[in-house]
């Protein structure tokens, strides 16, 4: 009984993530073509920051679900606590950059790139406000309306930029604040029973002690998966940006996937308890490496096909790109096991302290590629620091499993 419930709950969360990333590349196509290639790689600046900024703080997610999961007291107060520290820290660093950017004698950069990164904080808001709805519904293992709030949410993306292309909108901001129009009206549907009184700073002193190391982490894996963009725009405008951010905003749609599997990973991971549980949770890893392992050769078999026919002939110069950014995810799909392993040994530091050494990979291999060899160089310096990468992860892993297993051992004689 319970294994069917596993795998409805693993066909309801696989069939949401299918189909909102679906949408989701459909949105990238549609925008891509509507936009142009110009246009394209300015908007992209702002999506990347919108994407980092909503994503950053996964670890916060995470470190309330595992919470939510292993205690059966004090819910309301966890999600208060939760959801207060969130947003406060969200709209602070909004605040901040406004104050720095756009106050007489702030600091001085191009009032368009500007605005187009404030647009992108904002809609990052909405992501957060949506990752609150999702990780609230995932503590509870309600997969079923985890399912349908996440479809709602692109669903209502796409109709917002259908609306902007048959109105004729060109203003990038627009398709940027969407993110958030569409987060507030899921958010607020919800009726959550938030109140400050409930707001419980030890319960926060706990997130931050369990998750500093996690919600580190995710910021600089989300700063990561897109550094080597940022680094192409100090040295390219225009066109440039637009096909190289067109070929990663597509290979990134199969990392968000690789993504979503945690998911189903994280409650089992946090649950762990027994030798047993961990082999039962590398038998389920199995499965969705091969699954990710085929889904990875279709990919790069029909790339080229799905650009030029769905981009159009204007973004050929992005499949070299893509074909080269899908290798720097290879490693991510047998990675993914490992870090709920890290997080069920308590030992997320390593997961900071591992990504550290990826970002100082990226610092060092992506503009020196980009000088020798161009806009592909930069393609290159990013499988090289996510090969090295997944080493260290491998590394870290033989060191650190014989401790685990023990203490595995001990629960499970007890």
């Known amino acids: 009984m319970k294994s069917a419930k596993n795998f409805s709950d693993s066909m309801k969360v696989g069939f949401s993530n299918y189909t909102s990333?679906?949408?989701?590349a459909l949105i990238s196509i549609m925008l891509a073509r509507w936009l142009g290639p110009r246009d394209f790689g300015i908007f992209s600046i702002g999506f990347f920051v919108l994407t980092i900024f909503g994503s950053g703080f996964t670890g916060l997610d995470q470190t309330y679900v595992h919470f939510?999961?292993?205690?059966?007291?004090?819910?309301?107060?966890?999600?208060?606590?939760?959801?207060?520290?969130?947003?406060?820290?969200s709209v602070f660093i909004i605040l901040v950059y406004?104050?720095?950017?756009?106050?007489?004698?702030?600091?001085?950069f191009s009032v368009s790139r500007s605005t187009i990164i404030l647009c992108g904080l904002i809609g990052g808001l909405g992501i957060q406000l949506l990752m609150i709805v999702l990780s609230f519904l995932q503590?509870?293992?309600?997969?079923?309306?985890?399912?349908?709030?996440?479809?709602?949410?692109?669903?209502?993306?796409?109709?917002?930029?259908?609306?902007?292309?048959?109105?004729?909108?060109?203003?990038?901001?627009?398709?940027?604040?969407?993110y958030i129009g569409i987060s507030i009206i899921i958010f607020v549907s919800k009726r959550f029973k938030i109140s400050f009184v409930e707001f419980n700073s030890k319960i926060a002193g706990r997130f931050w002690n369990f998750g500093k190391w996690l919600i580190l982490y995710h910021i600089l894996r989300m700063l990561n998966m897109r550094l080597?963009?940022?680094?192409?725009?100090?040295?390219?405008?225009?066109?440039?940006?637009?096909?190289?951010?067109?070929?990663?905003?597509?290979?990134?749609?199969?990392?968000?996937?690789?993504?979503?599997?945690?998911?189903?990973?994280?409650?089992?991971?946090?649950?762990?308890?027994?030798?047993?549980?961990?082999?039962?949770?590398?038998?389920e890893n199995k499965k969705i490496?091969?699954?990710?392992?085929?889904?990875?050769?279709?990919?790069?078999a029909f790339s080229p096909f799905v650009i030029?026919?769905?981009?159009?002939?204007?973004?050929v110069q992005s499949i070299p790109i893509m074909l080269i950014l899908?290798?720097?995810?290879?490693?991510q799909i047998f990675v993914l096991s490992l870090i709920y392993i890290f997080l069920a040994m308590g030992k997320t530091v390593y997961l900071f302290l591992i990504t550290v050494i990826q970002t100082i990979a990226l610092l060092i291999t992506v503009p020196l590629l980009i000088k020798k060899m161009g806009m592909i160089g930069s393609a290159y310096g990013k499988v090289i620091a996510f090969v090295l990468t997944f080493i260290i992860y491998l590394l870290v892993y033989k060191y650190s499993k014989k401790e685990f297993y023990v203490k595995l051992d001990k629960k499970d004689n007890n």
Not at 98 to 108: A, I
Not at 171 to 176: A, E, F, G, M, S
Not at 308 to 315: A, D, F, Q, R
Request: glycine letters at 6%.
């Open 139 to 178: 503590a509870k293992k309600d997969f079923y309306h985890y399912s349908v709030v996440k479809l709602a949410y692109y669903v209502g993306l796409l109709f917002c930029v259908l609306l902007g292309v048959q109105f004729n909108i060109k203003r990038l901001h627009y398709y940027l604040l969407t």
């Open 289 to 300: 490496i091969v699954f990710l392992l085929i889904s990875w050769v279709l990919i790069f």
């Open 98 to 108: 406004t104050l720095l950017v756009f106050l007489p004698g702030s600091l001085k």
């Open 21 to 24: 990333y679906a949408i989701g």
């Open 228 to 283: 080597d963009f940022f680094w192409l725009s100090k040295f390219f405008s225009g066109e440039i940006l637009g096909h190289y951010s067109a070929a990663l905003k597509l290979v990134n749609i199969f990392a968000v996937l690789i993504g979503t599997f945690p998911v189903l990973l994280l409650p089992k991971a946090s649950s762990m308890k027994t030798i047993k549980d961990l082999e039962k949770y590398w038998i």
């Open 308 to 315: 030029k026919v769905l981009l159009g002939p204007e973004y």
């Open 68 to 89: 939510a999961v292993r205690s059966s007291q004090k819910k309301e107060e966890l999600f208060t606590t939760y959801c207060t520290v969130k947003i406060a820290i």
């Open 326 to 331: 899908l290798f720097s995810l290879l490693p």
